[in-house]
């Protein structure tokens, strides 16, 4: 094969020939032959035995073409990705194919270009560091928690208060008609808990079981579109009350819950992991922050085909993370299950997308700007390091990813920590003074 006549049609779009020589579309013509005599039959010849010869004299010299042309098409796209000299995106479109007198195939692809990305200052940035407290309060919190899940349910004979499990059934309509995710049976809800609509679980206390209520609500304006600031009516049942009893906090359920002795360690270790998440949670909101910055100060236009495959990526994703995931379904059919419209799409997961992209735009950028590149020892550290965070072998890391995506991957983090470990915190802004009072 041979590539030939590569021309950038703009900044976005590309075009590059193939020619593939008369040998080997001869080979593939005789490739598609073998494919198909199986079902061919010549008078004369027992089904699938007439030479190939036989069947062109009787069929044309052209039979098997358009079979061994589809067949090339992808082998000749491929030749011509590893060795046209662009960077490319998306899928081909195989604008002409040629087929000279000579049988030398000659066929054009339109590609999409990676796109052109200018930099901008992606060093010593800064942002704000956000602090936190942890009170007392929190950490009583967290150990009612604990203690809610080793307590013990009791059934309820009295009218129903704040803090109650309430099983209800019930449904909503609005002027009148029921409307789509208001209506459940055995529903249990928990007085209190804000689950609901505001307004609706305060009207459940005082229902005695086996009561029957009309609630009015007005849903916030902030609402799902088609509710948003509208009067409805739900009609509930009370089917059932309960409670948990919570068990003492004391040192005998310390021991029973922890490897801790006294209420005390608990509390404290309660405290220390409480602050280790909340540390790691302000180091990503920074992260973020430093990078989002980066991303800003940089320019591109980042090609439609890139925005999809990441959006394609993320639902798939999504739905993976709720067992919805299927290989073999098309992302289309995953969009439908999981009840994703192009409106909702471009509300959730399309500004997520778009951070990935122009990260990813942005890290390869710096890549290349800084000349990144990683020793083989430096690699093979690399692969040790996910492999025991995972705990599987080396060799497995390699199997699945590869090793260039691997290392390109081990690249992208060396340019995110010259971003990050270059940047600056800023403290956070003083509330103003009649805020202070005010709380």
């Known amino acids: 094969m041979l590539v030939k006549n590569v021309e950038k049609k703009d900044s976005k779009t590309a075009s590059f020939q193939v020619e593939v020589d008369a040998k080997e579309f001869d080979e593939a013509v005789n490739k598609a032959f073998n494919k198909n005599k199986g079902s061919i039959s010549i008078p004369g010849f027992?089904?699938?035995?007439?030479?190939?010869?036989?069947?062109?004299?009787m069929y044309g010299h052209d039979v098997f073409y358009q079979d061994a042309i589809d067949e090339l098409v992808a082998p000749a796209y491929e030749y011509g990705y590893d060795n046209c000299g662009l960077k490319i995106i998306g899928k081909p479109a195989v604008s002409n194919m040629d087929l000279s007198d000579d049988k030398v195939l000659t066929l054009t692809f339109d590609v999409e270009l990676y796109p052109e990305v200018t930099l901008g200052e992606y060093k010593n940035l800064s942002a704000v560091k956000e602090t936190y407290i942890i009170t007392e309060e929190d950490v009583d919190g967290q150990i009612d928690g604990v203690r809610k899940r080793n307590g013990r349910v009791i059934d309820l004979e009295r009218e129903a208060q704040m803090g109650d499990t309430a099983d209800i059934d019930f449904e909503g309509t609005?002027?009148?008609?029921?409307?789509?995710?208001?209506?459940?049976?055995?529903?249990?809800?928990?007085?209190?808990?804000?689950?609901?609509?505001?307004?609706?679980?305060?009207?459940?206390?005082?229902?005695?079981?086996?009561?029957?209520?009309?609630?009015?609500?007005?849903?916030?304006?902030?609402?799902?579109?088609?509710?948003?600031?509208?009067?409805?009516?739900?009609?509930?049942?009370?089917?059932?009350?309960?409670?948990?009893?919570?068990?003492?906090?004391?040192?005998d359920f310390v021991q029973d819950v922890s490897e801790f002795n006294t209420v005390e360690e608990y509390r404290a270790d309660t405290r220390k992991d409480m602050e280790r998440v909340m540390d790691q949670q302000m180091d990503a909101k920074f992260r973020t922050?430093?990078?989002?910055?980066?991303?800003?100060?940089?320019?591109?236009?980042?090609?439609?085909?890139?925005?999809?495959?990441?959006?394609d990526e993320l639902i798939r994703s999504y739905a993976a993370n709720f067992g919805l995931s299927?290989?073999?379904?098309?992302?289309?059919?995953?969009?439908?299950?999981?009840?994703?419209?192009?409106?909702?799409?471009?509300?959730?997961i399309r500004p997520a997308a778009e951070y990935q992209v122009k990260q990813e735009l942005l890290l390869n950028a710096i890549v290349e700007a800084e000349n990144i590149e990683v020793t083989d020892e430096e690699l093979e550290d690399y692969i040790k390091g996910a492999a025991e965070s995972v705990g599987v072998t080396p060799d497995q890391?390699?199997?699945?990813?590869?090793?260039?995506?691997?290392?390109?991957?081990?690249?992208?983090?060396?340019?995110?920590?010259?971003?990050?470990?270059?940047a600056t915190e800023e403290a956070p802004a003083e509330e103003p003074a009649e805020e202070k009072e005010a709380e």
């Open 397 to 422: 890391i390699r199997q699945y990813f590869g090793e260039e995506y691997i290392k390109n991957e081990f690249k992208k983090e060396k340019a995110t920590r010259i971003v990050i470990e270059s």
């Open 174 to 251: 609005l002027d009148g008609v029921p409307f789509d995710g208001g209506k459940a049976e055995g529903y249990e809800l928990e007085l209190g808990s804000n689950t609901f609509v505001p307004g609706f679980e305060e009207q459940i206390v005082g229902m005695n079981i086996g009561d029957e209520k009309d609630i009015n609500i007005t849903f916030p304006e902030d609402y799902a579109a088609e509710l948003a600031g509208k009067d409805v009516v739900f009609k509930v049942k009370l089917n059932g009350l309960s409670m948990t009893e919570l068990p003492e906090l004391d040192d």
């Open 289 to 311: 922050a430093i990078m989002t910055k980066a991303c800003d100060n940089m320019t591109v236009e980042i090609p439609e085909s890139m925005m999809q495959e990441k959006i």
């Open 326 to 348: 299927d290989p073999k379904m098309s992302t289309d059919d995953i969009k439908k299950m999981m009840g994703l419209d192009e409106e909702a799409i471009n509300a959730t």
């Open 46 to 57: 027992r089904q699938g035995k007439a030479p190939r010869a036989v069947v062109e004299g």
